[in-house]
C-alpha cells in the first residue's frame, strides 16, 4: 500500500502544485502524412506532405496496394530528408500498369526514429466523357473516328 507522504506527492505532481526538476518532459509531436487529394488518375502526380519527424531525419517512402506489393511499376521504396522541422514533401507519379481502380497505401518511416505513418488514396478518377460529331447517323464497322477524352471531370 501506498504510503501517505507518496500519495501526497503523486498529487501534487498531478496537480502541478509539487515541481519535479529531476523528471524530464517530452514534447510529443503528432506524426502526419497526407496527400494533396484522395483520388488520381493513371499518369497524376500524387503529392505526399508529412510532420512530426525528427529535423534532417532520412525518412523511407513506400506506395503500394492495399492487399500488398505487386509486380507492377512504382512500389519500390524511396528516401528524402526531413526538413528543420521535421516536415517533409515528396511525389508519387500514379503508373497505368496495375493502379486503376485500387486503393493504395502511402507509408513513410522515420529511419533513425523508428516512427511510421500511413495513409491512403485511390486510383479509381478514369471515368472518360467522350464527345464527336458524326457526320451520318451511322458507323459502320472499321471505321476510324477522332474522339476528344477528358480523364478528369
Request: glycine share 10%; with cysteine.
Amino acid at each position: 500500500m501506498l504510503s501517505k507522504r507518496l500519495l501526497l506527492l503523486l498529487a501534487g505532481l498531478v496537480c502541478g502544485l509539487v515541481s519535479a526538476p529531476h523528471l524530464n518532459a517530452a514534447t510529443v509531436n503528432a506524426l502526419i502524412v497526407q496527400t494533396d487529394t484522395t483520388d488520381y488518375a493513371p499518369g497524376d502526380s500524387v503529392v505526399i506532405t508529412g510532420d512530426g519527424f525528427q529535423p534532417g531525419e532520412t525518412i523511407q517512402v513506400q506506395v503500394t496496394h492495399q492487399a500488398g506489393i505487386t509486380s507492377g511499376e512504382g512500389h519500390t521504396p524511396w528516401t528524402i530528408v526531413a526538413d528543420a522541422f521535421g516536415r517533409f514533401k515528396t511525389f508519387w507519379i500514379v503508373p497505368a500498369d496495375d493502379n486503376v481502380n485500387q486503393v493504395l497505401v502511402v507509408t513513410v518511416t522515420g529511419l533513425s526514429s523508428g516512427l511510421v505513418a500511413t495513409t491512403t488514396f485511390t486510383d479509381g478518377n478514369t471515368v472518360l466523357k467522350f464527345t464527336t460529331s458524326l457526320e451520318d447517323d451511322s458507323v459502320c464497322a472499321g471505321t476510324q473516328l477522332k474522339v476528344c477524352a477528358n480523364l478528369r471531370e
